[in-house]
């Protein structure tokens, strides 16, 4: 699976959007971008995956570049419960597992 | 639904104990999976069970055991545990379909090893 490279730590506004970057510089063509977080001491909690185009769900929406080398997760209205180090993980479609990086530290202050 | 429950959610064992962390869902995933954290690191795949056959042991010492009784339920065994075995101990699930398989993770047990 193809390396991930996220800011270590970023801030938020509370009510301002998050738009948390990953670049994926080596991803291949069948590879999957995923997304998890992590509030503190809990499990992973999926957030949304994506391949080739921009995806939104209830949590977030997801912005793909066009050559797939980076990506966007975006929290539209960031509150203090998304406080919390976010994983981008790429993996290839099938059976295979999950690599965790270092992820991002998204601290979101009143 | 998207659950997966773990327990204990804490388990504090000295090193000659024998113990057995609980995963379970009931989603109709047919792959289960182990997982162990560290404090401030990130989660490392440990085993994997694939429609209840082990399929990936990532070189974990035999201290633990994971057990797959079903479709179901999932197990880890310890025995004769080290301090520096103290995690949290993460188990997830997935329907291991063609495609993007999406990994949906439980709570985790907090083991601390005296």
């Known amino acids: 699976d193809a390396k991930t490279t996220q800011p270590p730590s970023m801030d938020c506004a509370e009510g301002r959007a998050a738009n948390l970057p990953c670049n994926h510089s080596t991803i291949s063509g069948n590879e999957y971008v995923y997304w998890y977080r992590q509030i503190h001491s809990q499990g992973p909690q999926y957030i949304i995956h994506?391949?080739?185009n921009n995806e939104t769900n209830e949590m977030a929406s997801l912005i793909i570049t066009e050559d797939r080398k980076s990506s966007t997760l975006i929290l539209p209205h960031a509150t203090l419960r998304d406080t919390a180090v976010y994983y981008c993980i790429v993996r290839s479609d099938g059976y295979s597992t999950l690599t965790f990086g270092k992820g991002t530290m998204l601290l979101v202050s009143p | 639904d998207t659950e997966v429950t773990q327990t204990p959610k804490h388990l504090v064992m000295g090193m000659t104990n024998k113990k057995s962390l609980k995963c379970e869902q009931h989603m109709g995933h047919r792959a289960m999976y182990w997982y162990k954290q560290k404090a401030k690191k990130p989660p490392e795949l440990m085993f994997v069970?694939?429609?209840?056959?082990?399929?990936i042991n990532e070189s974990v010492p035999s201290r633990f055991s994971p057990e797959c009784p079903n479709s179901s339920l999932l197990n880890l065994h310890l025995h004769a545990l080290q301090p520096e075995d103290s995690a949290l101990y993460l188990c997830a699930s997935s329907q291991e379909a063609p495609g993007a398989d999406t990994q949906y993770f439980g709570p985790g047990t907090r083991l601390t090893v005296l």
């Open positions: 994506g391949l080739k």
């Open positions: 069970y694939s429609y209840e056959k082990l399929s």
